[in-house]
Structures are given as structure tokens and as C-alpha cells.
């Protein structure tokens, strides 16, 4: 069996197994968890539970006036990463054909010039957002190691997957390969780490927007 | 026994002048990427070299790759490869002679011992002593072992001797290999390919013969000159696959504009073969030429690689199964945990209520 034949069959199975068991039991382990009712008497003119969810989430996509000019760089960078993330999952032909595989679905691609664009900015992104947990004394406090595996896992598929696509040091077979190792091992880490925010931030923000819009609290 | 002829008096009696001799050695030369200076000596080399013996072996096989020998579009190619060597035995070909066939074979052994090439094509049985592939009453396997005690060197055509091929495709009822796993004291050269380019047997054929040595070979022991580069590397349709421009059906739009064949399952970039250089009878086309991805013909276990028409950047396997099983295990895992907590906060309340 070659790299490349691991990486297609088993291990991408295996990885493709242990996200789906680690996200299906993370998500209904929570969700069915006993609700506590909110007690407090609801302030008068309070929206409705829906409505408090979705104010509370879009709220958080823009960091309040005051921190505005303190955090703009940092909510920019997210932002540059996370939708550089999804261009290149989504848009590329390669990454439509593998999820058309898995799902059946599949939708029109963006042209591979784009994609390696997107793909160097993502990059820089992504180190300038490790470069700041690194130099910030704050972050660099509450940081774990599940922030820097988190990190890793996220990188190295972009690393791998430009690497393979420039055919560079290495037979196009040993770079697919590693490019597909590194998916596996993003999706085995997935559901245990950081990563989980993927599903869980709609989750929270919109349960934090529900309590504070029941208060009357503007955040 | 009588000394053989030279190359150069076979060809002249055959009425090949020197002029087409160094044309074609100039050819060899130019598709093995060897220096220009290479096809005077190539061409000297062979009119002075004795004619070389060979015993060519037929095991589990279908025929192709003879068939793409000497059915090949030029019929130089074949005529000029059968007057630089002189094919002593050949199984297929020699069928009707029966035990004659057979009689030569073991003649040509004794006579040209440590100095005869063995050509085999098809795949080796080796399951339950070799009993599914029997020749005059001898097992493939026991065959080839007598044939190659002797041998110079072996050249395995094609995918089935060079890596087992389809005989060897799940499940493998008759337990074939391919030959290097029987042979394992002698250099076997791999001309893979289903068929192999005849180009690419003429050549290797040519440089034992001139230079009396193997070519470069890469780690599969395929000729590098022919197998160097992925088909992907150099086909024509590459500058496609770079701007992301794929057909996605073999009847669309990007298909009839012969865009990148990737999404219907080309396995050209993990493919090395001169299939895109050399091309197919006489360099009319090859596959992808003619609108079909590459199947990846000319690699080990190619068969068993999932299917033809799934991308590459897919799985082998839709784990549909596991998928399944992974997603109820995991939902058993948060549904018992979630009653836990529940019981966990029913027995709290109730205790804090006593």
C-alpha cells in the first residue's frame, strides 16, 4: 500500500469516522443536557427568544464602539482567515469533488489562480494571528494547548495543499498524500478542540444574546 | 554452435541500409532524451553487435502486450527490434510448434548461458503450487525459475509482470506476483503499462544491446527515460488543470472544449508514463487525447485504486458504513451522557429538597 492509497482509504475514513462520532456526541451531549428556566421576569418590550438569538449573534460579529479601535486589526485578521478557510474549502474543484464525495452535492468552482491567492493571504493571516497570541502577554496567558494544536492542524492542510498544488520538492502522489494526512488529522482533532467552535458558536452567542435581550442588556 | 550474425549483416540482408539504421537510432536516441553523439554509437554499436537472444515467457496475460508489439502502427519499430534480437522462443507466438517450441527454448538456454534476455509478460501464479497457469506441463512458476537461472537479465512487460496487474486484482484467486518476486538475484527491468508503449520495449531493448548495461531506472526499476514524468506533467491539456477549468461529464461543454478530464477521474498526475510524449500508434493520440482520463495503467495495483471515474482528491471509498456507525455510536455516547447529567441533577434537587 503507498502513502497515497493510506491516506485516500483508511486514514481518511478513520478521520471521517472520529469526526463524526466526536461532533455528534459533543452536540447531543449538550443539547440534551436538563435546561435550567430563566427565572427572571422578563423586561417589559423583551423580543422574542428567536429574535434575541439572532441580535445577540450578529451583535458579536463587530466588536462593541469602545474596543473598536483597540481590537479593529485583530476582528479584521479572523475574519481575513476564517473566510479565506471557507473560499478555499468550498471554492477549489479538487476540495468540491471530495466533498461531493462524501455528500453527494456539489456546486460550480472557483478558478485555481483565485484559490492560491486566497491561499498565501490565509496563510499570512494565520501566522500573524499566532504571531499575536505569541507576543501578546495576555494571550499568550490564557493560551493552552489546545489553542496551538488548534492552530497547527488548521495550518498545515493550507501549507500542504499549496505545496501540492505547486507541485513542489516532491512526486504530486507524496504531496497529495500529505496534503490528504493533514485533512485527516484536522478532522480527528476537530471535534475535541478549539476547533468545535465551528458548530458551537452559533450555540453560544446566540444563548448569550437570548439571556441578556430577556435582561434589557445591550451588549 | 554456429556464431550468430551481427545486427548490421541481418539488416542488410534484410535490405535496411545504414541510413535507415542511424534514422532509427537517432529516434531511439531523441525519445530516451540520450546526448546527440548517442545515436552514431548507437547506430555503430548495433550493426557490430551479434544479434541477442531472447526467450520470451507468456504467463497470466491477456496478449496486449504482444499484441502492441507487433500490431504497433509502424511496422519498422517491430521489424527493427526483431532484427536486433533474435527471439529464440516465444510462447504465443510459437504455440502450434508444441514441443518443438519447447525444445528450442531449452536450446537456446544451453547455448547462450549467462547471456540470454528473458521477456516475460503476464503475472506469475503462485497460489496452490502455480497449478492455474501450466505451459507443456509446467507451472509458470517452475518455468520461469529454470529460464532465469541462466538469464543476463529479465524485462517484465507490461503491468502484470512488472507489478501482477489484473490477474492480481482483489481477490487474487490464483495468488499471482509479478516476476520480481521470484526473481530476486537477476536485474529485472519493468516496462510497465497496459499495454506498454512499443516504443518503450524497443528502446529499452536498444540500449541493453548498444551499451550493454541497464538504463537508469527509478524505484519501481522502470526505465526513467520513458517513465520519468507523470502523464499530468506533460499533457496538453495541463494548462486546464492550472486556470481550474475541469470537464465534469464527458459530454459537457468543458469536454467538448478538451478542458482538464481531473473531475471525471484522470489519474494522469500519479501516473509516470510516456503516454503523453510518445503517444500511440505512430503519435496519432492517447487516451486523454481522445476525451478518456488515464486510468493509471503503468502503476502497481492500479485495479484496486477505487473507481476509474472518482477524482483523485476523493476518497477510495464512500465509507457510508462507518459514516453511520460513527455518527450512532457518537449519538449513544451524548444521549447516555446527557440522561446521566439529568439523573445526576434530578438526584441533587431530590436531595436537597430532604
Redesign the interface.
Given at each position: 500500500m503507498t502513502l497515497l492509497d493510506l491516506a485516500r482509504g483508511p486514514a481518511l475514513e478513520v478521520a471521517v469516522a472520529v469526526f463524526v462520532f466526536g461532533v455528534s456526541w459533543r452536540l447531543l451531549s449538550l443539547l440534551l443536557l436538563p435546561w435550567s428556566h430563566d427565572k427572571s421576569i422578563a423586561r417589559a418590550g423583551a423580543p422574542p427568544a428567536f429574535v434575541g438569538a439572532t441580535r445577540g449573534f450578529v451583535r458579536h460579529l463587530w466588536p462593541p464602539k469602545p474596543f473598536v479601535r483597540t481590537f479593529i486589526l485583530v476582528t479584521l485578521n479572523g475574519y481575513v482567515f476564517h473566510l479565506g478557510l471557507v473560499v478555499i474549502v468550498f471554492g477549489l474543484a479538487q476540495h468540491i469533488l471530495f466533498l461531493r464525495g462524501l455528500f453527494g452535492v456539489s456546486w460550480p468552482n472557483l478558478p485555481s489562480g483565485v484559490i492560491a491567492v486566497v491561499s498565501v493571504i490565509t496563510l499570512a493571516s494565520l501566522i500573524v494571528a499566532l504571531a499575536r497570541r505569541l507576543t501578546s502577554p495576555v494571550l499568550r496567558l490564557i493560551s493552552t494547548f489546545d489553542d496551538y494544536v488548534s492552530w497547527f492542524v488548521t495550518v498545515l492542510p493550507v501549507v500542504t495543499g499549496l505545496i501540492a498544488v505547486s507541485h513542489l520538492w516532491a512526486p504530486y502522489e507524496t504531496l497529495l498524500a500529505v496534503h490528504l494526512l493533514s485533512v485527516a488529522l484536522l478532522l480527528i482533532w476537530f471535534p475535541f478542540g478549539k476547533l468545535m467552535h465551528g458548530f458551537l458558536v452559533f450555540l453560544t452567542r446566540s444563548e448569550t444574546g437570548i439571556f441578556y435581550s430577556r435582561r434589557g442588556a445591550e451588549i | 554452435m554456429p556464431e550468430r550474425e551481427t545486427i548490421g549483416a541481418s539488416l542488410t540482408r534484410s535490405g535496411i541500409s545504414r541510413r535507415a539504421l542511424l534514422k532509427y537510432t537517432a529516434y531511439l536516441a531523441s525519445v530516451m532524451a540520450l546526448p546527440p553523439s548517442a545515436s552514431k554509437a548507437m547506430a555503430e554499436a548495433l550493426a557490430k553487435a551479434r544479434r541477442q537472444s531472447v526467450i520470451w515467457l507468456s504467463f497470466q496475460e491477456c496478449t496486449g502486450c504482444t499484441e502492441s508489439l507487433t500490431r504497433s502502427f509502424s511496422p519498422t519499430i517491430e521489424d527493427m527490434i526483431f532484427n536486433m534480437i533474435s527471439l529464440d522462443y516465444h510462447e504465443t507466438l510459437q504455440a502450434v510448434s508444441g514441443l518443438a517450441a519447447e525444445q528450442a527454448r531449452l536450446t537456446a538456454m544451453k547455448e547462450n548461458k549467462g547471456k540470454y534476455v528473458v521477456v516475460v509478460d503476464g503475472s506469475v501464479s503462485i497460489g496452490d503450487g502455480g497449478v492455474y497457469s501450466t505451459c507443456a506441463g509446467k507451472t509458470n512458476l517452475e518455468v520461469l525459475k529454470e529460464t532465469a537461472e541462466n538469464a543476463l537479465a529479465l524485462i517484465s512487460v507490461g503491468t502484470c509482470a512488472a507489478f501482477g496487474g489484473i490477474p492480481q486484482a482483489k481477490p487474487n484467486p490464483t495468488g499471482a506476483v509479478p516476476v520480481s518476486e521470484i526473481v530476486t538475484d537477476k536485474p529485472v527491468i519493468n516496462i510497465s503499462g497496459c499495454p506498454p508503449i512499443p516504443e518503450a520495449m524497443a528502446g529499452t531493448i536498444a540500449y541493453l544491446v548498444t551499451f550493454n548495461k541497464l538504463p537508469d531506472l527509478d524505484h519501481l526499476n522502470r526505465p526513467k527515460a520513458f517513465f520519468g514524468d507523470?502523464i499530468?506533467?506533460r499533457c496538453y491539456r495541463r494548462p486546464f488543470?492550472?486556470?481550474?477549468?475541469?470537464a465534469k461529464r464527458f459530454d459537457d461543454e468543458g469536454a467538448r472544449k478538451g478542458w482538464c478530464l481531473?473531475?471525471v477521474g484522470c489519474k494522469g498526475?500519479?501516473t509516470y508514463n510516456a503516454c503523453a510524449t510518445l503517444k500511440w500508434n505512430g503519435g496519432v493520440s492517447f487516451p486523454i487525447q481522445s476525451g478518456h482520463g488515464c486510468l493509471g495503467c503503468s502503476e502497481?495495483?492500479f485495479w484496486d485504486?477505487?473507481g476509474f471515474y472518482?477524482?483523485?482528491?476523493?476518497?477510495?471509498?464512500?465509507?457510508t458504513a462507518?459514516?453511520g456507525?460513527?455518527?450512532a455510536?457518537?449519538?449513544a455516547?451524548?444521549?447516555t451522557?446527557?440522561?446521566l447529567?439529568?439523573r445526576r441533577?434530578h438526584q441533587a434537587a431530590k436531595e436537597s429538597r430532604s
Open positions: - | 507523470s499530468h506533467d488543470y492550472d486556470k481550474g477549468l475541469f481531473y473531475e498526475p500519479v502497481p495495483h485504486k477505487g472518482n477524482p483523485l482528491s476523493t476518497g477510495t471509498e464512500v465509507p462507518i459514516i456507525g460513527a455518527a455510536a457518537g449519538a455516547l451524548g444521549v451522557s446527557a440522561l447529567a439529568r441533577k
